[in-house]
């Protein structure tokens, strides 16, 4: 059993609320975990040691919103976006085509590049849907494949109907052979709870059947227009409400009042060209947040939680403090996780060693490459 001491940190961000922050820090891994976190003169002896010269350090990023299993190019319609085109969720079923087309190996290469592309931007923990599939062969193939890269695994099938089926029958699929043959491979169930995709009714009855199959809930909610979504995930106890951008006054009231986060996207936002969610009224409401990047082809291809961590703090009136809190340990919650998303003793030693003296840099200076070391269960990234 090695230990490793981290030496010489200008600014630990522990994610830890007993003590969220300690300046001029070390800290000390041992066994893949964290052993110890302090003040450096205070630290103990270890096999290793490592200096951070005066670097920050944070957890690894908890990127608890991902669609990564996917084929194709959507570039033309991000292209027509930005020439003044809404985005409505129609080309999910562009994907879907160059998705059912392409090859395992094909689908396996792409997710695990995204993977990796992550991993090097500082994400230790990724959550990857299905959704692209949409028939009990595609979905599951899916899942096969997202859960060869991440335990965060999450089913969904309701991403959007599809063009050869009858919605009813769609549902009564979904939430039963399709989940039949998913739910080997899925942590999750998530349904896209908008017009144009599952409306109040289907989202319950699609959820509750993935509930009743030992799958924990998560929702599509509130992206587009208001709806049910917000207070549906909130009804039955899902983990988290993902988006979250048009709320009304009662969505917060049940976001607030229960244990379901609100996960908001800006990556989304900002592809889409659309306004970002209110952050502000959410935290001054006592609403538990999250950031993630919505990776995906269509309305938000970043795999950068740096950069959703500046656009919550430009965009979103986020503090750097609260963007960081919500990117690791806000995203750990979305998940259900205590062993990811802060450094305290018993944690896992997923932490990012940034090139720059304090984490609001991440905001400070947006689109600079900080992310000077990874290590992954106390592992350094080469
Ligand atoms: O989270 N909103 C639904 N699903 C994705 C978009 C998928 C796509 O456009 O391909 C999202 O934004
Ligand atoms: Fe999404």
Known sequence: MTTTLIDRVGLLYTGD?????????????????????GPASQAPDADRRVDAEGRAVIPGFVDSHAHLVFAGDRTAEFQARMSGEPYTGG?????????????????????????REMLTQGTTTVEIKSGYGLSVEHERRSLEIASRLTSETTFLGAHVVPDDMDADDYVRLV?????????????????????GAFDGD?????????????????VHANQLTEGPGVRIACEL??????????????????????????????GAEFSTRSPYP???????????????????????????????????VREM?????????????????????????????????????????SYAHLAYRPGVPLVHQVFRGGLLLE
């Open 17 to 37: 609320p007993e003590r969220e922050e300690i300046a001029d820090a070390a800290l000390v891994v041992e066994d893949g975990l964290v052993a110890w976190t």
């Open 202 to 218: 289907q989202t319950r009855e699609i959820l509750t059947a993935g509930l009743k199959a030992g799958l924990g809930a998560r």
């Open 175 to 195: 939430a039963g052979d399709m989940l039949t043959a998913c739910a080997p491979h899925a942590k999750w169930v998530d349904v896209f709870c908008e017009r």
């Open 317 to 357: 009136r986020m503090t750097p403090l609260e963007a960081v809190r919500a990117a690791t340990r806000g995203g750990a919650r979305a998940l259900r996780r205590t062993d990811v998303g802060w450094l305290r003793p018993g944690a896992r030693a997923d932490l990012v060693v940034l090139d720059a003296p």
């Open 91 to 115: 080309g999910i079923r562009t994907t879907v085509a160059a998705t059912r087309r392409a090859g395992d190996a094909e689908l396996v290469a792409r997710a695990r590049r995204l993977v």
């Open 278 to 312: 209110d952050a502000r009224r959410l935290i001054d409401a006592g609403v538990s947040v999250a950031l993630a990047t919505d990776c995906n082809p269509g309305s938000s291809y970043t795999s950068s939680m740096p950069f959703c961590v500046a656009l919550a």
């Open 237 to 266: 106890g899902a983990a988290s409400a993902d988006h979250c951008t048009h709320l009304t006054d009662a969505d917060v009231e049940a976001l607030a009042s229960s244990g379901t986060v609100a996960t908001l996207l800006p």
